[in-house]
């Protein structure tokens, strides 16, 4: 798939098109859209995909200047994006990032009839862990995104558990990771973007409060979570199968936050079960 765009929105994208039923796909910080790669690759027979590259850091086009990138307002254009493609009756889907409940939350979006959750934030875990809670640090201080992008190029130190050691059990190919970090290594702009997003951390209370709106959502949705997750609490899995009204979670070994990279059959195999009874 090749990026398309910018939107309205100021995302680019990419789509597989055909009238299949919809599938957005999101990422997480420090990603883009080719973490999806070998999911969408397992769709495109029956399934239109859709995958926007949201403004977290691998983006290869910055935003508008005057954007405004906090987790709130994110979510507010990826409703809009939704509106502005004119799509319906979307499964959205995201791993690691947790804002795709905030789009399902009341008044957000009435595009979005199924929700996918897998291994992701959720309630008041944000920023998750350890690493995420040095990367907000790194935002906070003059250069500390730049630094943090080169750091994270020597596969030893992004391995760590303070880096990316807990996101995936096999490790993040090297040519996708320097992809993902090498817009944040040349672009000041995109370090711009990335540092507007992640110093704007909601207090818990806000955090707690959303999850408690996004209780709303009447759609079926599907949990899927890695067993082994050390970011993403598999109690959080749990919560969220009692949180939402139609929700069923299942379960994947040999696997941490990154299921899209460490397990792609056994991920794509939940979600076609799960698309096939619901999307339509």
């Not at 090749?2 to 309205?8: C, F, I, V, Y």
């Not at 370090?191 to 209780?215: C, H, I, T």
């Not at 599907?222 to 949180?243: C, G, Q, S, Y």
Request: with cysteine; glycine share 8%.
């Amino acid at each position: 798939m090749h990026l398309s765009g910018p939107t309205a929105a100021g995302f680019m994208y990419s789509d597989t098109g055909g009238n299949g039923p919809v599938v957005v796909l999101l990422h997480g910080v420090l990603m883009n859209g080719s973490v999806w790669a070998e999911v969408v690759d397992g769709f495109r027979d029956r399934y239109r995909c859709i995958v926007p590259e949201l403004p977290f850091g691998a983006h290869a086009r910055p935003m508008p200047d005057d954007a405004d990138l906090s987790l709130g307002s994110i979510a507010r254009m990826i409703a809009e994006f939704l509106e502005e493609l004119q799509l319906r009756n979307v499964t959205l889907v995201c791993n690691d990032w947790g804002g795709a409940q905030l789009v399902c939350s009341p008044g957000a979006s009435d595009r979005v009839a199924n929700l996918v959750l897998v291994s992701c934030e959720a309630f008041d875990n944000y920023p998750p862990g350890l690493p995420g809670r040095l990367l907000c640090l790194s935002a906070s201080v003059p250069g500390g995104l730049f630094l943090a992008a080169r750091m994270l190029r020597p596969r030893w130190i992004r391995d760590l558990p303070l880096a990316f050691g807990h996101m995936s059990k096999k490790g993040v190919p090297d040519k996708l990771f320097m992809g993902w970090i090498d817009p944040l290594r040349h672009n000041r702009r995109v370090r711009r973007d990335l540092g507007k997003y992640l110093r704007n951390a909601p207090p818990r209370r806000q955090l707690l409060g959303w999850a408690e709106q996004q209780r709303s959502f009447r759609g079926p949705v599907l949990i899927v979570w890695a067993r082994e997750d050390k970011l993403m609490p598999p109690v959080h899995a749990e919560r969220l199968e009692e949180h939402f009204e139609n929700a069923r979670a299942v379960w994947v070994d040999d696997s941490r936050t990154l299921i899209p990279i460490d397990q792609p059959e056994i991920l794509t195999h939940h979600l076609r079960s799960f698309l096939a009874a619901n999307a339509g």
